[in-house]
């Protein structure tokens, strides 16, 4: 039949927990806990995984939150670091379709848990009740002394000034005729002092807490700059104190994170010579990943670069100028190593006793010796792990660029990277993993602060749109934050190779618009694009096995298209947010164009790109008016950045025109 | 730098977990266990609640499974029921892009739980890396040790055949060249040997175990038949014996369950009269759902309907007829029921001490107490209604149609349903929920074996469209069955009222094509389709509150439509699945034209139904010949169910004709 339903109102003593019985009965606490709470969001994996924010961000949770029959109901959004008791609250609101909302601001570089708590709200029930009978002609006199017993409860519940003048209302309602009486009984002052004094007895709290990793804000936004310290000093192995000529250079372009492949000793024993040939010359300085040596490994520095000291002041150097100093962590070892001394059983062996170097078949580097981690006792080898990160921190590095960590257990990662950050929210961990997709996203899901990507493969027009709206929306973007690189030392895309400084400009721009976060290997800005063979990757005389001098101020170079990428980068906001892209039409298939903006609509840039090097391509393009409050008839003015023109344009759509040689790409600032 | 990685081979020994340290390290097995097993499916809501299938059915279990590095995986599908302890295993297949599959067959009635195992396999990983070796013309030898000692370990888990097979193995490969070694490694009976041998010392299990539910078959394929059983016997109150003949004509339409609104004793106090009179006149029956008098309660039978053992021998009388007997079960009482008196604290009282009747301001039920589930201690009330369902299981009935449950706690029903279950795992609950579209969810998720829909108000062909590919395809199935009632005594939609006959022909259909199960309330086969007022869904002389005897042989009755429509749906095991409607595209917007398809495509049924009940449509209509692997050029034959007519079709679009007097729907069976 249909339904029909009542209420209980009142106090009510409570009893203990029920035994539990062969019928299995929760407790009779449990039983009065009946709000369903469900679709929790955001939260990763059922939250199994912690979603990532940055300090200051705004958390939006929103659920579905209803129970039987049909009472009002209050919700909470409880919040908490990870590592301190104290709940904080925050009410919720009913947003449409038994879904709630609710915000709370996340102020520390901490781990967060949040969880949500609801009940039935008696009085706003009560109230609503009161209402349709009294619109109906119903006697209120029953009801009225109903609600009199929910405002004397709260009244027992509140202190001070909220009691006295909930005292007052029941005084009020006495005296009240049932006309008057409803009219008090609605007073939005009584329904706020009875919401401040909910009775929270039988509230259901969610079943679970779900994490949320609050990151600095370096984490979402960061222009990186990678360099060799050992190059630049000429036909001389460079030190730590030649290196500060590139930190100068670095800052100058507006870089924030200068990160250095490995500075620790490198083995000899099969090291590698120019351009990977088998041996080394005499004299050659070989692959900087081959870590370890007689001097020390994973926790030493090269002798050649400085001393550790050398390090510290460097690291110093580099803070002065703003940036900071992102360190390689590559788990893996030179044959020279002293672990392959102190703990052969961290490697792998051949039958007759010998250690394995990596293999890839037909490739062989036999430089480096792989780390097992399913030897008899891995734990050794974990807090060994564990301890060269802290030493790193210890002096100074807050970041650290993990050499192929999708070829180590994913639970070692989630296990280092929640210790150390609980002991050091501040520190990143950026994953170089170039890998299957899965693979790379639950890195990011087991803590890796930032990720590498597949952009340096992605350069026609429909697959950045697929990609980049897969890796900066939900569900994707709640964990993973993808590093923009249009270069590395091991990859020259072809797409450089061919198209030369163009597309070096363009490729830029992508990166260091796409994402927050970006980062380029020093040689970009001179636009070196030569393979080491056709079809190739590897860079010609990769600076991997040799010390490289360049003239920075070479023709051709695109130092200032840099600076000022990096300058446009800082004056706008919405160049700083990691989710808000949004890709609108474009009449060319080799035009990109895509705008940011802020959420409160206060900073406006739209991005165009000729993916083109060889050709000029200019087209109409959308501008979503209603999206940015525009009227259809009146103009605004569009700020090109690079050239600093200024553009009248109206309506729903404009023009823009690139051409390769002048420049690729215009950025685009809107003003209304 | 670029990945590499190595691999460790042949046997260790185990060593025992380690004792957790400050670094929160987890056991040494714990590091070893390396696989990600994620995103599995089917689960509901991360595992929370089960989802449904039938007995016989075949589960399909997709998962992705991954690890660090480049091992070959194998990966287990592990599933047994949830009461007993044994698992049982299959293995899972790699699909693509890191996701894998596996399926077993769900062979009783009775909750199972499945799980999935996966881990490195040492032998194909060895395998590929082996004769990469050799086909980059590099040296095996080291390799072939390696791999004889995986292979003597296998020999050792083995026993009997497989050992001696596996050491014969062994010797061939010590026997042969190296050239001649690799073609004995790659041997696929040798791989087959390892497969089953594999150690699964460290194999990952997936962290929770996933329920299923697995109903007998009627829980998805039935035809449900709704009847009052007092009436029928004239000016007089029916009996048990008297409801018989309603028997015969439930089973002679088709139909698999007859349901039965209350049965109890019924209240005198406020008892309502006809057409929901506020007080009956003498000998007026009274609503059924007014649950309980002096003669009993909920497990009582009304004593002008008969005794228990009555009520006993119409089950077994029902059972002779292939039918089932489905009551309701509605958690309510009259003012007599002798509840009031022995538990006054399950019900709601006024500040006079006296109950509250249900009200839905300004509408009042005073012939109904709504029940109280937050008393002080409800667990007496909770272990009291499954006492009902007990009492009634022990008296043959095995289907509960649950009156209004989402008035009562969600976690409730989930602890009732799934205690009676445990214990009876025959027993079917419907839950008539019509109410907002989550918690008609939630109720099938915590364990409804089937719900109400909102299909009695979905007439146009968008909204059946959008709505059915919302219930009948996952995530909702999974876990919702929908039961479509084109009418109910409590809804008389305005589609039937206005439409007539026409209507209640497309609506019967569309309710047994739509879904595997369905019901309607007699009456329904006369066209009866007078509402109580305009704009209203009740029935005038409403069943509810008065006896009827109607003329079964009335003119215009459509009993020949129901029958043909209940054989038709036995004749062919497409209509008896419930996730396979498909819609295609029919060119008029009031013809709806969808297709349902056994997995095996042996039966395929096409349904045209027209949904103006005024005028005829016709128009054509697509068929998906690629899908059914159908020449684009050769006749299939038509076979049209309620007309007996074959039609000649070729190519992929038809044409159907819907005149609504002679029949505004038509069924096709597809033959080759």
Avoid at 245 to 268: E, K, S, T
Avoid at 388 to 408: A, M, S, Y
Avoid at 437 to 448: E, Q, R, S
Wanted: proline letters at 7%.
């Amino acid at each position: 039949m249909k339904a029909q339903v009542s209420r209980r109102v009142g106090s009510r003593r409570r009893v203990g927990g029920t035994a539990p019985d062969g019928l299995g009965l929760p407790s009779t606490a449990q039983m009065k806990q009946t709000v369903i709470i469900e679709n929790v969001a955001p939260v990763v994996d059922g939250g199994r995984y912690a979603v990532k924010r940055e300090v200051g961000d705004r958390l939006e949770v929103s659920a579905d939150i209803f129970k039987e029959g049909h009472d009002a109901l209050a919700a909470f959004l409880k919040y908490r670091r990870a590592d301190v008791g104290e709940w904080q609250e925050t009410p919720m609101h009913f947003v449409d379709n038994d879904r709630w909302a609710g915000d709370c601001v996340l102020e520390e570089n901490a781990r967060y848990v949040f969880t949500i708590e609801a009940l039935p709200h008696p009085f706003r029930s009560w109230l609503a009740d009161l209402v349709k009978r009294h619109e109906a002609g119903m006697d209120p006199s029953s009801e009225l002394i109903e609600g009199a017993a929910l405002i004397r409860d709260a009244a027992a519940r509140a202190r001070g000034e909220d009691a006295r003048r909930l005292t007052e209302y029941l005084a009020q309602l006495a005296r009240a005729a049932p006309a008057a009486a409803i009219e008090v009984a609605r007073e939005p002052a009584l329904a706020a002092l009875m919401d401040a004094h909910l009775d929270r007895t039988d509230a259901t709290r969610c079943d679970r807490e779900f994490p949320v990793i609050v990151d600095r804000v370096r984490a979402r936004f960061a222009a990186w700059y990678e360099f060799f310290p050992r190059s630049g000093a000429g036909d001389r192995h460079g030190t730590f104190t030649d290196a500060e000529a590139q930190l100068d250079r670095a800052a100058a372009m507006g870089f924030d994170v200068v990160y250095l492949p490995p500075v620790h000793p490198i083995g000899r024993a099969y090291r590698k010579g120019r351009n990977n040939a088998l041996s080394a010359e005499p004299g050659e300085p070989g692959s900087p990943w081959a870590i370890g040596g007689p001097e020390g490994g994973h926790d030493a520095v090269h002798p050649e670069l400085g001393t550790l000291a050398d390090f510290d002041r460097f690291v110093a150097s580099a803070g002065r100028r703003g940036l900071e100093v992102a360190l390689d962590f590559a788990i893996q070892c030179s044959p020279d190593h002293p672990y392959v001394h102190e703990h052969p059983e961290w490697f792998f062996h051949r039958p007759d006793g010998t250690i394995k170097y990596a293999e890839n078949p037909p490739k062989k580097y036999q430089d480096v010796y792989p780390v097992d981690f399913f030897g008899e006792d891995p734990s050794a080898l974990w807090r060994e792990m564990r301890r060269l990160v802290e030493f790193w921190i210890g002096h100074g590095v807050k970041t650290f660029r993990v050499d192929n960590p999708h070829t180590k257990p994913v639970r070692f990662w989630e296990w280092l990277i929640r210790g150390v950050q609980d002991a050091h929210p501040e520190v990143i961990f950026l994953a170089e993993a170039f890998t299957r997709p899965k693979m790379m996203k639950v890195l990011a899901k087991a803590g890796f602060t930032q990720s590498y990507t597949y952009f340096t493969w992605r350069n026609e027009k429909t697959e950045l749109v697929d990609y980049f709206n897969e890796i900066t929306k939900p569900p994707v973007s709640q964990y993973f934050r993808g590093n923009l690189w249009p270069n590395t030392p091991d990859i020259l895309h072809e797409t450089l190779q061919k198209g030369g400084r163009p597309a070096f400009i363009a490729r830029m721009v992508l990166a260091a618009t796409l994402s927050s976060v970006w980062g380029m290997y020093s040689g970009y800005e001179l636009c070196e694009n030569e393979p080491f063979a056709p079809g190739s990757e590897e860079y010609r005389n990769s600076e991997k096995y040799e010390l490289k001098t360049r003239d920075w101020n070479a023709p051709g170079n695109i130092v200032d298209w840099i600076t000022r990428m990096n300058g446009i980068r800082r004056a706008h906001p919405a160049l700083q947010e990691y989710t808000n892209p949004v890709f609108y039409r474009a009449d060319d298939p080799h035009v990109l164009w895509y705008g940011k903006m802020t959420e409160s609509r206060d900073d406006i840039v739209f991005v165009a790109v000729n993916l083109d090097p060889f050709g000029e391509h200019a087209c109409s393009v959308d501008v979503p008016l209603g999206e940015l409050g525009l009227a259809e008839d009146r103009p605004y003015a569009m700020h090109e950045q690079f050239t600093d023109a200024w553009y009248e344009w109206r309506g729903p759509s404009g023009y823009v025109a690139l051409a390769p040689p002048r420049g690729p790409a215009q950025i685009f600032v809107l003003h209304r």
